[in-house]
């Protein structure tokens, strides 16, 4: 039996509140879901990309908390 282990992506938006999605992996496949509106989908390949582009799209949450690339505002 594969073990479960689980990451996170999180990012803010420009009201400053943060919005995170889970990352669990049991063996190839991964299970997103959102913290914030519930948001479920499996993914085999780049989750972390996923996640990304569904707190961009679904919550214009852009700013990276590693102090990666930052949205710009024009």
Do not use: N, Y
């Not at 990352?23 to 509106?37: A, E, N, P, Y």
């Not at 993914?43 to 996923?50: D, E, G, N, V």
């Not at 590693?66 to 949205?71: M, Q, V």
């Amino acid at each position: 039996m594969p073990s479960i282990t689980t990451s996170k992506v999180s990012r803010w938006d420009q009201h400053g509140r943060e919005h995170t999605v889970q990352v669990s992996k049991s063996g190839v496949q991964r299970i997103l879901v959102c913290g914030t509106c519930g948001w479920r989908r499996s993914a085999q390949f780049l989750p972390w990309l996923k996640a990304e582009e569904h707190l961009a799209g679904d919550h214009q949450a852009t700013v990276d908390p590693s102090g990666g690339e930052r949205a710009r505002e024009e």
